[in-house]
């Protein structure tokens, strides 16, 4: 279960769903909670409530409760019903222009497969104690739950594979993920709020009163519904009553804390007010939360905003939608504070993520006195952050005010952007912005959804715009000197698609999984024990959902570039006696890895792309006799069997002479080989049929 997770589902009918479906099938080893809320293009006609945060253009709709990076594809075989639903495909990727489903699928499931883009990942999954034990083979994931579940619904292998049954939420059952998104940390306030997650709402919790004396009477709330929505402290200390305007207007939905004052002449409207806030005359609050000792002067006007712990909003200010005042920050007065603007008094740090100076730190986190400090004197938090502030130098007073205190925030960008180009720099950063300001409060998702219908319609995201893979593609597909030859040779199953251009579920877009295999390998410590190795290259097989023909071939190029690193220029001869060497202790690893001949053939593939290449590994591998007497010595050895050195003939023969592969393959001492083997199987069968 995810730790933001709101919901009131009852877990008990899907606990005992699971249940049986597992003493059925031992393979179910999870059951996924999915809500129905509705996919692109899907018109709400309930929107009629005018609120200019939840803008619905042309008809076009994106459910308040998915982020905007969220539009997840599921494949379900509903063959048996559909609270027996089980999960085919597992994709979440807007700008894909595709997705792929594995064949075998639909010979397994020739029923009903449904396509659906309608329903949501609430982040709440039942499991069995399979799950746990799967990741001791596979730990190596960028993000661990999606990534996992993405790669355990493709499996192909009759035996291997693990289902995953989805379960979605019936009827008055809700569920909803507030954190890591502004705009839908707004929609799931306002739905508790109008009581869509009953009985879990304002009016049935009580504070059990973990704190002691008056910090414990300021904090804890015994709420009451009003008309229209209105949550107000039912408070019977009069010193801690919170203190309303009789001119002023309360709309729901809407949330008063407790010791709250509010003065005459306001609108408050679909917005949250925490603990011990000052709201003074003529102010208009709508869609804001206020977290908590926020002080709000005559006449200034929030809309779409949040306010940290002891932020301040001076008079005459006008703060527009999306923005995010920080923990003691000031907006200065008369000042407008343009949208989705975000204001911290935090340094300024290289990995600062979207929460960084807004919330309290984890030193303060962990001190309850000091949290109960800070809340009792909002004063003592603006002083500490005026120290702060003036020993630093971060206040941008053209932004907040000559009043004012804070910096502007703007995010980083994404860990996996690495590039010292100008341009690419910049990009990365208004991505990072445009990230940044869809997932705030008011942000036009309209705007998302034809960005992403045009990249859908009119562009393939694993191509460049002229239909072919760019040049920096190809550089990044690259693996050294050996790999140069990969516009002549077959596909080796590097990308992220197939022999047959297909997209390979799970697969992370530019990652060649045979070069990241042959850098695993490369880099492991023969002082260690094999058995680590094959961990750890499991582990990256299932991340990016790769085969064991790719672990093979990146095993056995690791192996002659380890070779090599100890001898430049190896005559046949000593290249053998050091292959055998070296096979007392990666022969067990290719025992474990080769399922059969076709990992036993992409073994041949790699030897043959390292001697079709360029360098130390073409000369080693490339002259008479060396690639003949290393296929017999890996045939000896039962690393290949005949069965898959047949394989790869049988593809050879049809090759023409004149090309560097077809040349390799008519190397007089390989077809002595393959004349001697195929003699040799035949005498065996006939020894057999003697026999019988």
């Known amino acids: 279960m995810q730790s933001d997770v709101i919901t009131n589902v009852d877990l008990t009918q899907v606990l005992a769903l699971h249940e049986a479906r597992k003493k059925k099938d031992n393979s179910a080893i999870m059951t996924v909670l999915l809500s129905d809320v509705g996919g692109w293009g899907y018109n709400n006609n309930s929107q009629g409530e005018e609120n200019p945060n939840t803008p619905n253009d042309d008809g076009n709709f994106f459910p308040p409760l998915r982020g905007s990076d969220d539009d997840l594809?599921?494949?379900?075989?509903?063959?048996?019903?559909?609270?027996?639903?089980?999960?085919?495909?597992?994709?979440?990727?807007?700008?894909?222009?595709?997705?792929?489903?594995?064949?075998?699928?639909?010979?397994?499931?020739?029923?009903?497969?449904?396509?659906?883009?309608?329903?949501?990942?609430?982040?709440?999954?039942?499991?069995?104690?399979?799950?746990?034990?799967?990741?001791?083979?596979?730990?190596?994931?960028?993000e661990l739950r999606s990534q996992f579940v993405a790669n355990c619904v493709s499996e192909e292998e009759?035996?291997?594979?693990?289902?995953?049954?989805g379960y979605v939420l019936r009827r008055g059952e809700y569920a909803g993920r507030p954190l890591g998104d502004m705009r839908r940390y707004h929609t799931v306030c306002m739905d508790v709020l109008r009581r869509w997650c009953y009985p879990l709402v304002p009016d049935n919790y009580h504070n059990s009163g973990n704190k002691r004396g008056a910090v414990a009477e300021e904090?804890?709330?015994?709420?009451?519904?009003?008309?229209?929505?209105?949550?107000?402290?039912?408070?019977?200390?009069?010193?801690?009553?919170?203190?309303?305007?009789?001119?002023?207007?309360?709309?729901?939905?809407?949330?008063?804390?407790p010791n709250n004052y509010i003065g005459e002449h306001c609108c408050l409207q679909r917005s949250t007010l925490g603990p011990n806030c000052k709201v003074m005359d003529n102010c208009n609050i709508v869609d804001s939360h206020l977290w908590g000792n926020v002080t709000v002067e005559e006449g200034a006007k929030l809309n779409g905003v949040?306010?940290?712990?002891?932020?301040?909003?001076?008079?005459?200010?006008?703060?527009?939608r999306g923005c995010v005042i920080g923990r003691g920050c000031v907006v200065g007065e008369g000042v407008t504070l343009k949208e989705f603007t975000r204001i911290t008094l935090a340094q300024e740090v290289e990995d600062e993520d979207d929460f960084s100076g807004f919330g309290e730190t984890s030193e303060e986190e962990s001190s309850t006195d000091e949290e109960d400090s800070d809340e009792k004197d909002a004063v003592i938090i603006r002083k500490q952050s005026v120290e702060s502030e003036v020993a630093k130098g971060i206040t941008n007073h053209e932004v907040v005010g000559s009043d004012g205190l804070g910096r502007v925030w703007t995010p980083s960008p994404p860990d996996e952007y690495d590039s010292d180009e100008e341009n690419d720099a910049m990009a990365a950063q208004a991505a990072a912005i445009e990230l940044m300001q869809s997932q705030s409060i008011g942000y036009d998702m309209t705007l998302i959804y034809k960005k992403w219908k045009y990249l859908q319609m009119n562009e393939d995201d694993n191509f460049s715009e002229d239909g072919k893979g760019s040049d920096e593609e190809d550089d990044d597909m690259c693996m050294g000197d050996d790999w140069n030859i990969n516009n002549t040779l077959e596909s080796t199953g590097t990308t992220h698609l197939d022999d047959e251009g297909m997209i390979i579920t799970g697969r992370q877009k530019g990652v060649d999984v045979v070069k990241e295999l042959r850098d695993i390998c490369l880099e492991h410590e023969t002082s260690s024990p094999?058995?680590?190795?094959?961990?750890?290259?499991?582990?990256?097989?299932?991340?990016?959902?790769?085969?064991?023909?790719?672990?093979?071939?990146?095993?056995?190029?690791?192996?002659?570039?380890?070779?090599?690193?100890?001898?430049?220029?190896?005559?046949?001869?000593?290249?053998?006696?050091?292959?055998?060497?070296?096979?007392?202790?990666?022969g067990p690893l290719f025992q474990s890895i080769c399922m059969g001949s076709e990992e036993e053939k992409a073994i041949i593939n790699g030897l043959e792309i390292m001697a079709l290449g360029t360098g130390k590994s073409a000369a080693a591998l490339g002259a008479e006799p060396a690639f003949r007497f290393v296929l017999q010595t890996l045939h000896d050895k039962e690393i290949v069997n005949e069965e898959a050195i047949f394989l790869w003939a049988g593809e050879r023969k049809d090759e023409e002479c004149d090309t560097p592969r077809g040349k390799l393959f008519r190397q007089k001492p390989t077809q002595d080989?393959?004349?001697?083997?195929?003699?040799?199987?035949?005498?065996?069968?006939?020894?057999?049929?003697?026999?019988?």
């Open 73 to 142: 594809l599921l494949a379900l075989d509903t063959s048996r019903g559909e609270d027996e639903a089980r999960i085919l495909l597992w994709d979440n990727h807007p700008t894909k222009r595709n997705a792929s489903i594995p064949t075998s699928f639909f010979m397994e499931n020739t029923s009903n497969i449904t396509l659906t883009r309608n329903l949501l990942d609430i982040g709440l999954d039942i499991c069995s104690p399979d799950v746990l034990a799967r990741f001791s083979d596979e730990f190596d994931y960028r």
């Open 158 to 165: 009759i035996g291997l594979q693990s289902r995953i049954f």
């Open 219 to 257: 904090t804890n709330a015994n709420y009451v519904c009003e008309r229209h929505y209105v949550y107000r402290d039912d408070c019977k200390t009069d010193n801690l009553r919170s203190h309303v305007g009789r001119s002023t207007q309360l709309r729901g939905p809407l949330l008063v804390g």
């Open 306 to 320: 949040i306010v940290c712990e002891g932020g301040m909003v001076r008079k005459g200010a006008v703060v527009e």
């Open 530 to 586: 094999i058995e680590n190795l094959r961990i750890e290259l499991n582990s990256f097989k299932f991340s990016q959902n790769a085969t064991y023909a790719d672990c093979c071939k990146g095993v056995i190029m690791a192996v002659f570039d380890k070779i090599l690193d100890e001898a430049e220029s190896p005559s046949a001869g000593k290249l053998v006696a050091m292959l055998k060497k070296h096979l007392e202790y990666w």
């Open 673 to 692: 080989f393959l004349e001697w083997l195929e003699e040799d199987s035949e005498d065996e069968s006939d020894d057999d049929e003697d026999s019988d």
